[in-house]
């Protein structure tokens, strides 16, 4: 069963084929049992035991800052991929938005070309009918002047 180093409290986490520790020594001295017991406790396991236990008390902690790490990354990760959705939604209404203005604006621009197409050839038409009666040359001016 896996401890919460820090709280040396159970995580309810079975963790197959991996050593704990047992925490005994470390909880007994929470609940305050005597220095000098548990000194003498230490020492009868020996260096190698009390160095293992130590190790596996290392490993442990450091597996448990992991596991917070990872579902921190993974709920960033979620994070991250609603961002990026959102922006490609984003990107793609400015892109339709973009084409609808470009379309727009062709569409007004051929249709001030047709307008003053149209002007011209009205114009021309005056101009030769008129065999280039001064009068009408001046009026027509006036009329493709801004």
């Not at 069963?1 to 919460?4: G, Q, R, S």
């Not at 993974?74 to 793609?92: I, S």
């Not at 009918?129 to 801004?146: D, L, V």
């Given at each position: 069963?896996?401890?919460?180093a820090e709280t040396l409290r159970p995580t309810?986490?079975?963790?197959?084929?991996?050593?704990?520790?047992?925490?005994?020594?470390?909880?007994?001295?929470?609940?305050?049992?005597?220095?000098?017991?548990?000194?003498?406790?230490?020492?009868?396991?020996?260096?190698?035991?009390?160095?293992?236990?130590?190790?596996?008390?290392?490993?442990?902690?450091?597996?448990?800052?992991?596991?917070?790490?990872?579902?921190?990354?993974?709920?960033?990760?979620?994070?991250?991929?609603?961002?990026?959705?959102?922006?490609?939604?984003?990107?793609?209404?400015?892109?339709?938005?973009?084409?609808?203005?470009?379309?727009?604006?062709?569409?007004?621009?051929?249709?001030?070309?047709?307008?003053?197409?149209?002007?011209?050839?009205?114009?021309v038409r005056e101009i030769r009918?008129?065999?280039?009666?001064?009068?009408?040359?001046?009026?027509?001016?006036?009329?493709?002047?801004?």
């Open positions: 069963m896996e401890f919460d309810y986490r079975f963790r197959s084929g991996i050593p704990g520790s047992s925490y005994a020594l470390e909880m007994a001295a929470r609940l305050g049992l005597d220095t000098a017991v548990l000194e003498r406790s230490r020492s009868f396991l020996g260096h190698q035991q009390t160095r293992l236990e130590s190790l596996i008390v290392d490993l442990e902690a450091s597996t448990q800052r992991h596991r917070k790490e990872i579902e921190l990354l993974t709920g960033e990760r979620g994070g991250l991929a609603r961002a990026k959705e959102e922006y490609e939604m984003k990107l793609a209404a400015l892109n339709a938005e973009l084409r609808q203005t470009r379309a727009r604006a062709l569409a007004e621009a051929r249709e001030i070309i047709d307008r003053s197409n149209s002007v011209i050839e009205q114009t009918e008129s065999r280039g009666e001064k009068e009408i040359i001046r009026a027509a001016e006036r009329r493709c002047s801004p």
